[in-house]
């Protein structure tokens, strides 16, 4: 990856909805040789996807909770059946394999309390867990989803 690469990488993860003669004309290249390049990102996977980012405040999803879980088993069974009930959960944004103090550290947004109670008894039935502790946002002051690509 070169820094032409580089500059793409910034300039998508801002904005994918530019075409590819908008990106192109930014990075100094033609439309064709930017778009085989954004093709190879994508082919080798540093390209993921390309979505569109919603503000859960418009949605109604107004409560950001991370919730530090640890688990009592730690088979590899137990570890994959976690995971894969975690990964069903819709209102689990993110889910973190930690080191430390608890084993797994989830970003979760739901409407209400409500929501989040009903989250919660469907997460302690998932599989037996030691320790559940969940801490509430109150404020977003950064929430970001470009990474810091070095040009």
């Known amino acids: 990856m070169d820094a032409t690469d580089r ?3 910034k ?3 801002t904005d994918s909805s530019l075409s590819i ?3 192109a004309a930014k990075v100094g290249l033609s439309a064709t040789p930017c778009w085989r390049r954004i093709q190879i990102l994508e082919q080798e996977g540093i390209i993921r ?3 569109a980012l919603v503000d859960p405040q418009k949605l109604g999803l107004v409560i950001t909770a991370f919730v530090a879980v640890e688990v ?7 570890l994959n059946s976690f995971a894969q009930a975690i990964s069903a959960m819709d209102e689990v944004l993110d889910v973190y394999r930690m080191a430390g103090d608890y084993d797994y550290l989830l970003r979760v ?13 469907r997460l302690i039935e998932a599989i037996p867990l030691k ?11 950064k929430a970001e989803t470009a990474l ?4």
Do not use: C, M, W
């Open 7 to 9: 500059k793409i990488l």
């Open 11 to 13: 300039i998508v993860q």
């Open 21 to 23: 003669a908008e990106i």
């Open 49 to 51: 996807r390309r979505v």
């Open 72 to 78: 009592g088993d730690h088979t590899g069974e137990k």
């Open 109 to 121: 947004v739901v409407p209400d309390t409500k929501s989040f109670d009903a989250f919660y008894k």
């Open 131 to 141: 320790n559940v502790t969940s801490r509430f946002a109150l404020e977003s002051i």
């Open 148 to 151: 810091p690509i070095p040009v």
